[in-house]
């Protein structure tokens, strides 16, 4: 029997080689979201995710799609950068994420409004339960790569009035690096 090539690998810094598509976010996209947004004097990648759908279209029901978000180090007035974040359509389906390198905090947050934060370190597997919408923070020096699986059928669902999420995480002093903020 002839073996073939797997299409796709995941490569040690947590780029995907092989097929994949690849979108990429700038901070124009969240930075209404920010406590003290920028004047957008530039406009920089704030990240990129590379996604191997195996040709399974997007809210078709039975698949997985494997996916790997990149977030750059960096911060706009001290708030460090983050990903938009979503619920799912499908909003009872769940997600697995991975810490692949870099650090993070993985934001939860809940229909009733309540939010929590997990740590995202290399070898971290963090499960995200259904009806919860889920953000990456990198709070790093280096850039945050994350490895997710999620249903073909899970979509994604965006607040029609901007962003998700109460919690902001901020770059401070302390023996953590960062302190949180949450809008009243
Ligand atoms: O831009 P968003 O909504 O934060 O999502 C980024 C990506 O993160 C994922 O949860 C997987 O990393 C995908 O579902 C999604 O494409």
Known sequence: MKVNKVPTELLRDGHLKGAFTTGETNLSAINDWLLNPSDLDTNPEIYSVQV???NIEDGQPGG???GVSRIAPGNVHGEFYFTKGH???????????W???GS???LLGDTDGNERLLAVEPGAVLYIPGKTAHRLINIGQGTLAVGAVWQSESGHAYSKNGNLFKTHVLKDASSIGYKVIQDQ
């Open 87 to 97: 619920f799912h359509k499908k909003i009872d389906t769940g997600e697995y994420y």
């Open 52 to 54: 191997a759908d195996n």
């Open 104 to 106: 993070g905090l993985l």
């Open 99 to 101: 810490g692949i390198s």
């Open 64 to 66: 997985l799609f494997f």
